[in-house]
Antibody, heavy 119, light 115 residues
Framework: QVQLVQSGAEVKKPGASVKVSCKASGYSFTDYDINWVRQAPGQGPEWMGWMNPDSGDTGYAQKFQGRVTLTRDTSIGTAYMELSSLRSEDTAVYYC????????????WGQGTLVTVSS | QAVVTQPSSLSASPGASASLTCTLRSGVNVGSYNIYWFQQKPGSPPQCLLRYKSDSDKRQGSGVPSRFSGSKDASANAGILLISGLQSEDEADYYCMIWHNSAWVFGGGTKLTVL
């Protein structure tokens, strides 16, 4: 079945970077975009950016411009989200989600990766 | 002012209907937008329920019961998620989302309590 499996939880210090992976299976990886969404404790989802795995094109939310980088490795069907200059407010569960290009039909989602930023 | 606003909570009784609103900021015309609705239960990622633009342009999620439906109230500049015949399993957080200014924007969510 179509599935996105994310890497495990991370604990980082302020100022560090984190890289989360999202491995796709059950479909052709390059046929759908991958979006990244985060959710801080007790808060609603917050969209971070999208990537087209076929072309490598990306788009980022203004809030994260310059701090987030989305990449992929098509040979292993995996997308990556790297967030730099971490601060405590970045503590959240980070999700990847598949969608057809130019659509908000985010389905499925990965299981989520908890990133904790603490000194 | 946020682009998309949702009431923080709503309570309704089993068997009743619940109408969850997603109000767009003044100047952002709801008629022009696809409204996506997601359901999230504790410890799980959001799940896409449906997309609604108009009665002739909408999509239901696979396996999503027909008692979940979408609509719009142009006078209120809002998208609406209607859940009829409420069941205890419908208790969850519900989020709407639109594409605005080259970004996906989520509402703050409505916590639906079924009691």
């Amino acid at each position: 079945q179509v599935q996105l499996v994310q890497s495990g939880a991370e604990v980082k210090k302020p100022g560090a970077s984190v890289k989360v992976s999202c491995k796709a299976s059950g479909y052709s990886f390059t046929d759908y975009d991958i979006n990244w969404v985060r959710q801080a404790p007790g808060q609603g989802p917050e969209w971070m950016g999208w990537m087209n795995p076929d072309s490598g094109d990306t788009g980022y939310a203004q809030k994260f411009q310059g701090r987030v980088t989305l990449t992929r490795d098509t040979s292993i069907g995996t997308a990556y989200m790297e967030l730099s200059s971490l601060r405590s407010e970045d503590t959240a569960v980070y999700y990847c989600a598949r969608n057809p290009s130019h659509s908000g039909w985010f389905d499925p989602w990965g299981q989520g990766t908890l990133v904790t930023v603490s000194s | 002012q946020a682009v998309v606003t949702q009431p923080s909570s709503l309570s309704a009784s089993p068997g009743a209907s619940a109408s969850l609103t997603c109000t767009l900021r003044s100047g952002v015309n709801v008629g022009s937008y696809n409204i996506y609705w997601f359901q999230q239960k504790p410890g799980s990622p959001p799940q896409c329920l449906l997309r609604y633009k108009s009665d002739s342009d909408k999509r239901q999620g696979s396996g999503v019961p027909s008692r979940f439906s979408g609509s719009k109230d142009a006078s209120a500049n809002a998208g609406i998620l209607l859940i009829s015949g409420l069941q205890s399993e419908d208790e969850a957080d519900y989020y709407c989302m639109i594409w605005h200014n080259s970004a996906w924007v989520f509402g703050g969510g409505t916590k639906l309590t079924v009691l």
